[in-house]
T-cell receptor, first 113, second 113 residues
Framework: ELKVEQNPLFLSMQEGKNYTIYCNYS?????LYWYRQDPGKSLESLFV?????AVKQEGRLMASLDTKARLSTLHITAAVHDLSATYFC?????????????FGTGTRLKVLA | DVKVTQSSRYLVKRTGEKVFLECVQD?????MFWYRQDPGLGLRLIYF???????EKGDIPEGYSVSREKKERFSLILESASTNQTSMYLC????????????FGPGTRLTVT
């Protein structure tokens, strides 16, 4: 069964602190995506990681991909309240003769002032 | 900017009704997707389409059908709505190349009573 697991599922952190969200997946894939979802809103693309060792950074967020370990991380540096949201990772997997995006269950992040 | 729109933000229907959810994208994307999002389950793929008049079942197609008569429009149909179909429904689109990220619509929160 194809699985994408994120941990933690919930994260409450103080402003100014650093933390990492982990995304493990069970299938071979070198395509990984990170999305952000604000409460009551839809998903917004953050990062697209297309190869082993890929690293992308935008502001206080940095994402990386290790395809051998089947692991992606989303690192938060010096968190601010505006980063409070739910973060999803997704992998692109070839299954049943076609490509599908498989999503993790999401990590709900709350940054406390 | 890519724009994906959905016909309704909120919808309340009765058990047994036929329900139509419409999705339109304005960037000539080949691929379109329907997901449902439920707490603790992440996003689950219902159906997707790689071209006009083409459709593929996702992970949870039971109780749903789709229609794609024009490239920009992808409709999700609940043939006979049931209470367990109460959920948030998200439409997404992406370019043909599988490496590209998905762009999501604002979502339709459907309640079946």
């Amino acid at each position: 069964e194809l699985k994408v697991e994120q941990n933690p599922l919930f994260l409450s952190m103080q402003e100014g602190k650093n933390y990492t969200i982990y995304c493990n997946y069970s299938t071979t894939s070198d395509r990984l995506y990170w999305y952000r979802q604000d409460p009551g809103k839809s998903l917004e693309s953050l990062f697209v990681l297309l190869s082993n060792g890929a690293v992308k950074q935008e502001g206080r967020l940095m994402a990386s991909l290790d395809t051998k370990a089947r692991l992606s991380t989303l690192h938060i540096t010096a968190a601010v309240h505006d980063l409070s949201a739910t973060y999803f990772c997704a992998v692109l997997a070839f299954t049943s003769g076609t490509y599908k995006y498989i999503f993790g269950t999401g990590t709900r992040l709350k940054v406390l002032a | 900017d890519v724009k994906v729109t959905q016909s309704s933000r909120y919808l309340v229907k009765r058990t047994g009704e036929k329900v139509f959810l419409e999705c339109v994208q304005d960037m000539d994307h080949e691929n379109m997707f329907w997901y449902r999002q439920d707490p603790g389950l992440g996003l689950r793929l219902i159906y997707f389409s790689y071209d006009v008049k083409m459709k593929e079942k996702g992970d949870i197609p039971e109780g749903y059908s789709v229609s794609r008569e024009k490239k920009e429009r992808f409709s999700l149909i609940l043939e006979s709505a049931s209470t367990n179909q109460t959920s948030m429904y998200l439409c997404a689109s992406s370019l043909e190349t599988v490496s590209y990220e998905q762009y999501f619509g604002p979502g339709t929160r459907l309640t079946v009573t």
